[in-house]
T-cell receptor, first 111, second 112 residues
Framework: EDQVTQSPEALRLQEGESSSLNCSYT??????LFWYRQDPGKGPEFLFT???AGEEKEKERLKATLTKKESFLHITAPKPEDSATYLC????????????FGSGTQLTVLP | DTGVSQDPRHKITKRGQNVTFRCDPI?????LYWYRQTLGQGPEFLTY????????KSRLLSDRFSAERPKGSFSTLEIQRTEQGDSAMYLC??????????FGQGTRLTVV
């Protein structure tokens, strides 16, 4: 059974204070690891897909990296508008290619 | 295209009533998923359609839940005899082959 564990559960940062979110996973035949951002009362918004260990992707202040056991989402010089819940999900080799999500990290960036 | 659309956004129902939610996927996406999300948790897979065929259902999906996707376009999710434990956000996602999934804004169900 695919499993995803995210840490920390919640993170409070001052504006400009860089940090990283962790996503540990176990999956049978990784097809992809996904990061989504979710604002309160909204659906998840796609950020990145990573397919193999060593891969990195960047978008504005966010950078996602992948190893064989975990992924990190690095946030550089965050702004208050980066406040959201960040969800990590894996797509295994099951026929439906459904996503298995972690519980998320709730990020708050204080001005 | 404006993305995945879900209706209604919010639904309050009394315990024991039936409810139905609708999802309109991105038009060129032939794969459609339903997920359920409770407070403080990540979305949990419920069921999957490829075109009009329902190909997979979660073992966690009660018999009170049924989903359809007639003609491979929009999809509906029905919950019969709702229970308080059904209160959650119901999310629909769609994707094309080999691409990431895009989610709708969800339907928030409250069972009182």
């Amino acid at each position: 059974e695919d499993q995803v564990t995210q840490s920390p559960e919640a993170l409070r940062l001052q504006e400009g204070e860089s940090s990283s979110l962790n996503c540990s996973y176990t999956v049978s035949g990784l097809r992809g690891l996904f990061w989504y951002r979710q604002d309160p009362g909204k659906g998840p918004e796609f950020l990145f897909t990573l397919y193999s260990a060593g891969e990195e992707k960047e978008k504005e202040r966010l950078k996602a990296t992948l190893t064989k056991k975990e992924s990190f989402l690095h946030i550089t010089a965050p702004k208050p508008e980066d406040s959201a819940t960040y969800l990590c999900a894996v797509q295994g080799s099951g026929s439906a290619r459904q996503l298995t999500f972690g519980s998320g990290t709730q990020l708050t960036v204080l001005p | 295209d404006t993305g995945v659309s879900q209706d209604p956004r919010h639904k309050i129902t009394k315990r024991g009533q039936n409810v139905t939610f609708r999802c309109d996927p991105i038009s060129e996406h032939n794969r459609l998923y339903w997920y359920r999300q409770t407070l403080g948790q990540g979305p949990e897979f419920l069921t999957y359609f490829q075109n009009e065929a329902q190909l997979e259902k979660s073992r966690l999906l009660s018999d009170r839940f049924s989903a359809e996707r007639p003609k491979g376009s929009f999809s509906t999710l029905e919950i019969q005899r709702t229970e308080q434990g059904d209160s959650a956000m119901y999310l629909c996602a769609s994707r094309a082959e080999g691409t990431e999934a895009f989610f709708g804004q969800g339907t928030r169900l409250t069972v009182v």
